[in-house]
């Protein structure tokens, strides 16, 4: 089963960016469906984004697009999102998840449809 350790986060300004690694271990990193999903305190954990097992589709939440991206190198086992231009709003723990299904948007925004989860990085935006 596969293990994630997510990395990168941290307190910038906004306007900054911030890059965020999902390590993988121990399962099938390179046929999973991998997303990012946030969780703001007192908050549901939302989607962010998420990208098929070769990295040619993605899908993202409307409120990242054009700001984030996500990307995965299978070599390394790692799952990134680059983000940019990031606002108060932005504020959240960010976990990074694994699906073991063939990638569609839809199900790709469902947190009940991934079956592994990182411990998450807190990422702080001051305004």
């Known amino acids: 089963q596969v293990q994630l350790l997510e990395s990168g986060g941290g307190l910038v300004q906004a306007g900054d960016s911030l890059r965020l690694s999902c390590a993988a271990s121990?399962?099938?990193?390179?046929?999973?469906?991998m997303g990012w999903f946030r969780q703001a305190p007192g908050k549901e954990r939302d989607f962010v984004a998420a990208i098929n097992y070769n990295g040619a589709s993605t899908h993202y939440a409307d409120s990242v697009k054009g700001r984030f991206t996500i990307s995965r190198d299978n070599a390394k086992n790692t799952l990134y999102l680059q983000m940019n231009s990031l606002k108060p709003d932005d504020t959240a723990v960010y976990y990074c998840?694994?699906?073991?299904?063939?990638?569609?948007?839809?199900?790709?925004?469902?947190?009940?449809?991934?079956?592994?989860w990182g411990q998450g990085t807190q990422v702080t935006v001051s305004s």
């Open positions: 121990g399962g099938a990193f390179n046929t999973d469906t």
């Open positions: 998840g694994a699906q073991q299904k063939i990638f569609n948007a839809n199900m790709a925004e469902r947190h009940e449809m991934y079956s592994n």
